[in-house]
């Protein structure tokens, strides 16, 4: 990594430590001051700030590469994002949320910036980095990323750092070959994992998803096993994890014609989310939920739990929180749950008595008993056989390893 000492582009201060400071800082201090000195105006003098501030705007100057530095084919702007897990986000509470860093036209401008950055496994809590093309905002709402989507990838604590700087300089590299279709990528901190992301325009192309996806496994060097997930925005954005301006959720919730069923589904919520949250950490675990689904006579397979959780699970750290394991029966009640899910077999308990935990009688509690053994094993047995196949990809690549090091030798000599 070369060092830059040309001063202009780069924040004015080198430290890390100050740069995420500045990123972190609360909001609403700003706001307050702005609404403090707003109040003692009268609105003839703001319209005129406003005025002058966007004339203001449409002046600054346009982002260009310096004398004898290397240009990019397009200018990128980079964004950083946080957000409290679990509290709902609309489209413009979360555009107000990501704040915009800098951007960049030369390669030495991209490393100015970068080399003050905290890097991903630096950071805590649910923090995002996005590095997008200047003039798109890293929002599924943008006009460019509207009709696109993104691979997204699970990295395992530990590998974030790596991974987003392979992935972000073969963007800055065009190694995509894909032409005007990349839009951005997007690194995401979460609590017991991580996850990037590259966003494109199109789609519904899917040549081009398929050459993106490839290039991504080749420049982040991955596994041939390595479970990779393409996601439409448009599909994103039907998600309540962050809710369209016609979408409302839970303490904003639109009742309408689940007024009536509602509070007793959020009752029956509660009660089994205390029961089975054994660790009292706020979460059910896949465990968690093995457990629950036993208990209430529904087991299923290790494979049917872990779908389960992917259904609803917003910020992807693989359980559910209180406001997940509710959206579980807000689905029902909208009939977003196909019929043999698991989560439709859950939220159909709403309609029995939860302290019987289904099962009634004798006849009906052997029956239970017996189905949820047959399943207890062939839970154990499809987490075996993941493991085992884990082992053997793992064998193999310790075989190709040893073989070309041999092969090297070889060359070597």
């Known amino acids: 990594m070369s060092e830059c000492t040309e001063a202009g582009m780069a924040p ?31 609105d003839g003098e703001k319209e005129k700030m406003e005025r002058d501030k966007s004339q203001s705007s449409s002046k600054r100057k346009a982002v260009v ?38 951007t960049f036209a030369s390669v030495e401008q ?7 950055m905290v890097r991903p496994g630096d950071l805590t809590g649910h923090s995002d980095f996005h590095l997008f093309k200047e ?17 997204i990838i699970r990295l395992r604590k530990g590998l974030a750092s790596r991974c987003w700087e392979n992935l972000i300089l073969a963007m800055l590299g ?39 996806r490839d290039t991504l496994r080749r420049v982040l060097n991955l596994p041939p096993n390595t479970i990779m997930e393409y996601k439409t925005h448009t599909d994103s954005i039907k998600m309540p994890g962050r809710l369209g301006p016609q979408r409302l959720l839970f303490g904003q919730f639109k009742l309408s014609k689940y007024k009536n069923h509602i509070v007793n589904v959020h009752k029956l919520a509660i009660i089994l989310f205390l029961k089975y949250d054994a660790g009292r950490d706020g979460f059910i675990d896949l465990m968690e939920l093995k457990l629950m689904m036993e208990k209430l006579g529904a087991p299923q397979t290790h494979l049917g739990l872990k779908s389960m959780i992917k259904e609803v699970d917003e910020d992807f750290d693989g359980k559910l929180s209180f406001r997940e394991f509710l959206l579980i029966f807000h689905k029902a009640a909208a009939g977003e749950l196909q019929e043999e899910s698991g989560l439709m077999a859950l939220a159909k308990l709403s309609e029995i008595d939860v302290a019987l935990e289904g099962v ?7 029956e239970a008993k017996v189905q949820a053994l047959a399943s207890a094993s062939k839970f154990e047995a499809e987490l075996k056989a993941e493991q085992d196949e884990r082992k053997r990809e793992e064998e193999k690549r310790r075989i190709r390893q040893a073989a070309f090091r041999e092969l090297k030798a070889t060359f070597s000599t």
């Open 12 to 42: 004015q201060k080198s430290s890390r430590a100050w740069l995420l400071a500045e990123l972190l800082k609360d909001d609403d201090s700003g706001d307050h001051d702005q609404n403090e000195e707003n109040s003692t105006q009268k």
């Open 360 to 366: 009634k009688g004798a006849k009906n509690f052997f």
């Open 65 to 102: 590469p310096g004398p004898a530095e290397h240009p990019l084919q397009y200018n990128y702007t980079f964004w950083y994002s946080r957000r409290t897990p679990g509290r709902p986000t609309s489209s413009q509470s979360y555009e107000q949320n990501i704040k915009q860093i800098g």
């Open 174 to 212: 065009e190694q995509f070959m894909v032409g005007e279709e990349i839009c951005g990528a997007v690194v995401s901190v979460r609590f017991q994992e991580d996850i990037i992301s590259i966003w494109n325009k199109t789609a519904s192309d899917q040549a081009t998803t398929a050459r993106i």
């Open 110 to 116: 991209f490393w100015r910036f970068y080399s003050h």
């Open 135 to 151: 003039g798109i905002k890293p929002m599924w709402e943008d006009d460019a990323n509207k009709n696109g989507g993104k691979w």
